[in-house]
Structures are given as C-alpha cells and as structure tokens.
C-alpha cells in the first residue's frame, strides 16, 4: 500500500529561497513522480521475499494540483489550474498503468485536498463538489474504464473506508481532523495525535470503526505506531517558503509513505521512499565507531 498525496504540481519552488535545500519546478515534479513509481516496484520487488501480490492499493490523498487559493500562488505558479488539471492527470494515467503492469491489480481509494478548491475559503457544504480533485478522479476512472485490473473508490465526502485483509483503513487528507495548533517544538505531532483520537472516536459512534487513520496534508512522514494509529505521508513537492519562512518547521525530503499489509500481522514493514537525489556518504567510513573512555 502506498499514498499519493501533496504533489502541489503546478507549483515552483525557486532554490535559493528556501536556503539551497531544494527545487520545484515541472521538470522536477515529473522526475519524482517517475521516480516514486520505479523505487516503489523495485522496492517490493527487487527487496522482499517472495514478493507474490495479489495488487497495491494506492491511496490518491489530496492537493495532487497546488490550486491558486493564495494570490502568491496564482502569481508563481508554472501554469494556470485548468493546465495544472491536465498536466497531473497526464501524469497520473501513466503511474497507475505502470504500476497495474508490475501488481497486476490496483485499487484507488481517493479524497480531495484543500488546494484543489474552486472557493478562495474552505467550504464545508458541498466540499467535494467545489474540488478539482473529484472531478480529477473521475476523469481517471474513466480513462480506466475498460482496464478491468483497476478499481477507484471515489466518495462524495471527505473520507474513504476500505478493509484490506482484515485492517480497516480511514483516508482523509488531514486538513478536516478537528484539532489545530502545534508549534516550533513538536511541529504536527499535537494535532495529529489529537485529530486521530477525535476522528476515531466520531467515526466510532456511527459504526464506522477504523485500525489506521492514512492522511497527507502535514507534508512530514510519520509511520504508525502504538501510541498514534496512523500514517501520515510525505510529499512531491517537499520543503518550501511556507514551510521555511511562515511554520519554520524543519527541513523535509521529499517522499511518498509505503507499507504492506499481512493477513496475520496486520501492518508490517513501513518505508519512507524517498524522491530527491541521493545523499552521498563517504565510501571509506566504518559501519560503526565509538569513542573510548579514558581514565
């Protein structure tokens, strides 16, 4: 299972304004996307043992397209929301093709995000309806329409409930969770820890129970743990001026979450796959060093 969520195409991240740390631009944007389709299947199964799938699942999670909501977007952006739409859905097309050609069958729950919106405000009636995004998959289930080896599930709320070998998972893009606030020292983990608990417990009382709550929207990777049923993903476009200037949260690679499901354990290996260019290290370090104590 893997989320694709905060790709923000359309956007530009110039480098110097976020100290030289990254660069977003449509050549990047597509390089990533490329790359996050071949690290995922190279990933499953070039590096797990006896990799016999019976599909993915891949969780489409909002802000594909970065919008023009603020009047800098608008006036940045590499191009209007309109060629932001066609671009993505360009894009996508291939990535899921490819990825039904490695697993065989692919299943795409999807919810919209908060910058896909035709409203300068979030509204709360009619959300889904005023969201490129929806019409987005749409378009996509379309396209896919006589390929019977891909199946969308596209909702007319906010959230998406699906079971996959037993575990029921929640997907909603993270913005909706009911809990705000955070700040220079733990960053998200506040809301996100408090948003899970609050959506669970509301999901709950209307027999919709979930074992793992998949977001994206914080732009950090957190995999799930005990203490926070939930998994929240990375994203496409990585650190930015927002980000640097108005959170100053720290920096972010760009990454994409992934995980596997097994029918006794539940969820088992969780990776981070990662998007920019690699770190390079020094070939002749030691794989381990210490210092000794004197007397």
């Known amino acids: 299972m893997t989320i694709w969520s905060d790709w923000h195409y359309g956007e530009t991240v110039p480098a110097a304004q976020v100290a030289g740390v990254n660069e977003y631009n449509r050549e990047v944007a597509e390089a990533r996307i490329k790359r996050l389709v071949t690290s995922t299947i190279s990933l499953a199964k070039d590096h797990m043992v006896r990799p016999n799938y019976p599909g993915i699942v891949i969780c489409l999670g909002g802000d594909m397209i970065t919008g023009a909501i603020h009047e800098e977007l608008a006036l940045t952006n590499w191009g209007t929301v309109q060629e932001q739409f066609l671009q993505v859905q360009e894009q996508l097309i291939t990535a899921i093709g490819n990825m039904a050609d490695a697993f065989g069958k692919v299943f795409l729950p999807c919810v919209v995000g908060n910058h896909g919106r035709n409203t300068m405000k ?5 959300r889904v309806f005023q969201n490129y995004e929806w019409n987005l998959y749409h378009q996509l289930r379309r396209h896919f329409t006589k390929d019977r080896r891909i ?21 909603t893009h993270g913005d909706t969770l009911g809990a705000t606030g955070g700040d220079g020292i733990i960053g998200a983990i506040g809301p996100i820890a408090r948003g899970t608990f609050k959506v669970g417990r509301s999901e709950a009382q209307i027999g919709r129970d979930f074992d793992t709550l998949l977001m994206g929207h914080y732009h950090i990777y957190i995999p799930r743990g005990d203490a926070v049923p939930a998994i929240v993903n ?26 596997f499901v097994h029918q006794d ?31």
């Open 122 to 126: 979030s509204h709360f009636k009619d």
């Open 151 to 171: 199946q969308f599930l596209i909702p007319d709320e906010t959230d998406a409930c699906f079971t996959v070998l037993g575990h029921r998972f929640l997907l």
């Open 234 to 259: 990375g994203s496409v476009i990585g650190y930015n001026e927002y980000a640097r200037l108005r959170l100053r949260v720290p920096y972010s690679r760009p990454s994409q979450a992934l995980w």
């Open 265 to 295: 354990h539940g969820i088992t290996a969780q990776w981070q796959v990662y998007l920019d260019d690699k770190r390079h290290t020094d070939e002749g370090a030691k794989w381990v060093t210490w210092q000794e104590r004197t007397q």
